[in-house]
């Protein structure tokens, strides 16, 4: 009889809408930002992007930039070309991102003043990003395998519902410590972002404006605050458009010396 009972309370258990779901299918951190890496981003996009750097005393500089990115499977290419203002004019940033784990990208600066190419590297891709306060490796993403990843919670962000995780790389002499980070769940995007060293806060990440466009979750406008620097730059992304054929030719360091990029 009693054997009966507990087969029974079993049984409902698993009828309990959820309860399987929720037990035996619970998400791990990994889970998530496996979505996060493969969320519709489009094929290519171009991008018009204005950055605004702000000092600690508030003075602002206003740079126009724009963007193209590529997919070829799970790698991806991209390539930043400034526009405005005249001392920046035609200033490039090429990057292949491989997907493989412990493979580096290969990125290039294009500085048209010194009219040479010059190749991201080793400690280099440690340096802020044209006096911003993203890094060049800030400016791709890192293999998800790369780094050991901890769902800790759930939290709102500007009214939305969050996965909180901690991310925290395999390699030991990265430039940061750890990473914590807020997944929007429709949009399956980081939408805040901590990262901290043996010191403490580095810098904090957020994003201002997220939407639908195109039925992509697109980001309109994020900023990283420098706490250390006291310093923070603002990117304004309009004029977006995906799926537009953007051509292979524009991913070489040939394109970029020409000063050719539209």
């Keep these: ?18 309860f399987f779901c929720v037990n035996a299918l619970a998400l791990t951190g990994r889970d998530v930002m496996v979505m996060v890496d ?10 018009i992007v204005e950055m605004t750097l702000v000092n600690h005393r508030g003075k602002k500089r206003v740079r126009q930039m724009v963007s193209y990115r590529k ?9 930043m ?24 990208d290969d990125k290039w600066l294009y ?14 891709t440690n340096d802020y990003f044209m006096g911003s306060d993203f890094t060049y490796d800030d400016m791709g993403k890192r293999n998800v395998d790369e780094d050991t990843h ?38 399956k995007a980081v939408v805040k972002a901590e990262y901290y060293d043996s010191q403490g806060l580095i810098k904090t990440f957020a994003v201002k404006d997220l939407k639908l466009h195109n ?6 406008e994020m ?35 020409r000063g050719i990029v539209r």
């Design 111 to 124: 500085m048209p003043a010194l009219r040479k190419v010059r190749r991201i590297c080793g400690e280099s």
């Design 38 to 47: 493969e969320r519709e981003d489009g094929d290519d996009s171009k991008t």
């Design 1 to 18: 009889m009693v054997g009966k009972i507990f087969f029974i309370a079993i049984l409902c258990l698993f009828l309990i809408p959820g």
């Design 150 to 187: 901890f769902l800790t919670g759930e939290e709102s962000i500007n009214g939305s519902s969050c996965w909180k995780i901690e991310s925290v790389p395999l390699e030991k002499d990265t430039y940061y410590d750890r990473k914590i980070l807020w997944v929007n769940k429709d949009a």
């Design 71 to 79: 997919d070829y499977g799970k790698d991806s290419k991209k390539l």
């Design 81 to 104: 070309c400034f526009k405005k203002p005249a001392d920046v004019k035609d200033t490039s940033f090429l990057s292949w991102e491989w997907d493989t784990p412990g493979r580096d």
């Design 215 to 220: 039925a992509i979750w697109t980001i309109f």
């Design 223 to 257: 900023e990283m605050q420098n706490t250390r620097e006291n310093h923070t730059t603002i990117m304004k992304m309009s004029n977006v458009k995906y799926n537009i054929g953007v051509a292979d030719s524009f991913f070489q360091t040939a394109t970029i010396s």
